[in-house]
């Protein structure tokens, strides 16, 4: 891990230090590569990969899903096996632990009530002459919901997905998780019927994809996909987009911390350790006016890195994407921050509240040392789908507005429409769209 001090290597060092690569210019491991080598009888790019994926599920759709599964996931299943059966289901019951079963209950209930408080309304405005004008908020019929079973089985992601979906109104839910030796964790599992999950597939990656956008004889179409996974799942997800509809293009988690000299650097280390555990490929990164809790942090984070049993990963996160920035003020780290543009960003610092209204680019913000990021992972009640790799500056954390569209609607008396024909008539005209004056006279405009 690599500390800096602005002072020393100055701010555009620092913020070359601070951008992010692309999602769609990470390098691939070399096993990776290897296995592509083997798959494909080609060293081929991750969308190279995905653009082969993808245009097969199009053209053969289940045949292809199948082959892929075999090929990549290492299970052999016919369509018929496909879907999670309710035998399955009972089996997950048997393999629960009944206080963690509780435990997500708990976040069920809490995420659903913040997403309730978010769902929009529809409206309808009177303007002049009896002319109304409005806009319904309706749910998407179908969506398409994708669970990450890789290096860790995520049940939180079910309940991040599927509960603001269930909110919004979604008539059908489907939801894709890679299986591991033909199964889906059986947390994974019952979150989804917790929820109302309507059908769970047992394909991952760029195949349950496009097996989602375009449909199969198996797999429905939906109209949008959710959720987010490695490389090659956001690949397809791309590659798919303009078919369906899609959330975000997410690509390895990150943490940026905002501290100052009142930070516990025990927590700070804690805090960066939460996401490098994840991937190699994750992003920790801590921005202090503090040279002291700087050089405590780094020491504490190798203390920490002991024990975890994650380690390996956690430690090429650190080794790869570790950063501390020893900042002159706390404007010049928030100004850091805001071009960072984290997933989420935690204020370690004494008066959090104070900054807040400084900062404009953050997939979700934690505020002070009681706040830390797992718990709006797990339990507080905001979405943990966020935006990574800078995106924050145009995206939003999933929402219930993530499931709906909105329509408006024109209704005009014929003394309105009169009243402002001339002034159609003449931008019409004034476009070159003739049939469009017509249309506005033959109604008894000029």
Same mark, same amino acid.
């Given at each position: 891990?690599?500390?800096?001090?602005?002072?020393?290597?100055?701010? /555009?060092?620092?913020?070359?230090?601070? !951008?992010?690569?692309?999602?769609?210019?990470?390098?691939?491991?070399?096993?990776?590569?290897?296995?592509?080598?083997?798959?494909?009888?080609?060293?081929?790019?991750?969308?190279?990969?995905?653009?082969?994926?993808?245009?097969?599920?199009?053209?053969?759709?289940?045949?292809?899903?199948?082959?892929?599964?075999?090929?990549?996931?290492?299970?052999?299943?016919?369509?018929?096996?496909?879907?999670?059966?309710?035998?399955?289901?009972?089996?997950?019951?048997?393999?629960?632990?009944?206080?963690?079963?509780?435990?997500?209950?708990?976040?069920?209930?809490?995420?659903?009530?913040?997403?309730?408080?978010?769902?929009?309304?529809?409206?309808?405005?009177?303007?002049?002459?009896?002319?109304?004008?409005? !806009?319904?908020?309706?749910?998407?019929?179908?969506?398409?919901?994708?669970?990450?079973?890789?290096?860790?089985?995520?049940?939180?992601?079910?309940?991040?997905?599927?509960?603001?979906?269930?909110?919004?109104?979604?008539?059908?839910?489907?939801?894709?998780?890679?299986?591991?030796?033909?199964?889906?964790?059986?947390?994974?599992?019952?979150?989804?019927?917790?929820?109302?999950?309507?059908?769970?597939?047992?394909?991952?990656?760029?195949?349950?994809?496009?097996?989602?956008?375009?449909?199969?004889?198996?797999?429905?179409?939906?109209?949008?996909?959710?959720?987010?996974?490695?490389?090659?799942?956001?690949?397809?997800?791309?590659?798919?987009?303009?078919?369906?509809?899609?959330?975000?293009?997410?690509?390895?988690?990150?943490?940026?911390?905002?501290?100052?000299?009142?930070?516990?650097?025990?927590?700070?280390?804690?805090?960066?350790?939460?996401?490098?555990?994840?991937?190699?490929?994750?992003?920790?990164?801590?921005?202090?006016?503090?040279?002291?809790?700087?050089?405590?942090?780094?020491?504490?984070?190798?203390?920490?890195?002991?024990?975890?049993?994650?380690?390996?990963?956690?430690?090429?996160?650190?080794?790869?994407?570790?950063?501390?920035?020893?900042?002159?003020?706390?404007? /010049?780290?928030?100004?850091?921050?805001?071009?960072?543009?984290?997933?989420?960003?935690?204020?370690?610092?004494? !008066?959090?509240?104070?900054?807040?209204?400084?900062?404009?680019?953050?997939?979700?913000?934690?505020?002070?040392?009681?706040?830390?990021?797992?718990?709006?992972?797990?339990?507080?009640?905001?979405?943990?789908?966020?935006?990574?790799?800078?995106?924050?500056?145009?995206?939003?954390?999933?929402?219930?507005?993530?499931?709906?569209?909105?329509?408006?609607?024109?209704?005009?008396? !014929?003394?309105?429409?009169?009243?402002?024909?001339?002034?159609?008539?003449?931008?019409?005209?004034?476009?070159?769209?003739?049939?469009?004056?017509?249309?506005?006279?033959?109604?008894?405009?000029?």
């Amino acid at each position: 891990m690599r500390i800096v001090n602005v002072k020393e290597c100055g701010e /555009q060092e620092v913020e070359r230090l601070l !951008q992010k690569a692309a999602f769609d210019e990470v390098e691939l491991s070399p096993a990776i590569r290897e296995g592509n080598k083997k798959l494909f009888g080609a060293d081929l790019t991750a969308a190279e990969v995905v653009a082969k994926i993808v245009g097969d599920v199009r053209r053969e759709g289940d045949a292809a899903v199948m082959r892929y599964t075999k090929l990549i996931d290492r299970t052999e299943l016919t369509p018929e096996y496909f879907v999670v059966s309710e035998a399955e289901f009972k089996e997950a019951e048997t393999l629960v632990n009944e206080k963690v079963m509780e435990s997500l209950r708990r976040s069920i209930a809490n995420v659903r009530r913040y997403h309730e408080e978010q769902k929009p309304k529809s409206w309808i405005t009177y303007r002049e002459e009896g002319s109304l004008l409005g !806009q319904s908020v309706l749910p998407l019929d179908r969506v398409g919901l994708y669970v990450p079973g890789g290096t860790a089985a995520y049940p939180s992601s079910v309940v991040m997905n599927a509960v603001p979906a269930a909110v919004a109104g979604v008539r059908e839910i489907i939801m894709m998780c890679p299986p591991r030796d033909g199964k889906i964790n059986p947390y994974v599992l019952l979150a989804a019927k917790e929820i109302g999950v309507s059908k769970i597939f047992k394909i991952g990656g760029a195949q349950a994809v496009a097996a989602m956008a375009f449909g199969t004889k198996t797999v429905p179409r939906v109209d949008k996909i959710t959720g987010p996974g490695n490389i090659f799942v956001t690949l397809a997800k791309k590659a798919v987009y303009g078919h369906c509809d899609i959330d975000m293009l997410a690509g390895p988690s990150e943490i940026l911390i905002i501290a100052d000299e009142s930070a516990d650097p025990v927590y700070t280390a804690a805090d960066m350790l939460s996401q490098a555990e994840h991937d190699p490929l994750a992003s920790s990164i801590v921005i202090t006016t503090n040279a002291a809790l700087a050089e405590k942090t780094a020491a504490e984070v190798e203390k920490q890195l002991a024990n975890l049993p994650r380690k390996a990963i956690a430690s090429a996160s650190i080794e790869r994407n570790g950063l501390i920035v020893v900042a002159e003020d706390m404007m /010049q780290a928030i100004r850091f921050a805001n071009l960072s543009a984290p997933e989420h960003l935690e204020l370690l610092t004494e !008066q959090p509240f104070q900054l807040l209204p400084h900062i404009r680019h953050a997939g979700a913000v934690f505020l002070g040392a009681n706040s830390p990021e797992p718990l709006g992972d797990y339990f507080a009640g905001p979405d943990h789908i966020l935006p990574t790799g800078g995106t924050s500056r145009f995206y939003s954390v999933l929402n219930v507005e993530t499931f709906m569209k909105r329509t408006s609607f024109i209704s005009y008396t !014929q003394p309105a429409l009169k009243k402002v024909s001339d002034d159609i008539v003449r931008l019409a005209e004034a476009e070159g769209l003739q049939a469009h004056a017509n249309a506005i006279r033959l109604r008894g405009g000029k």
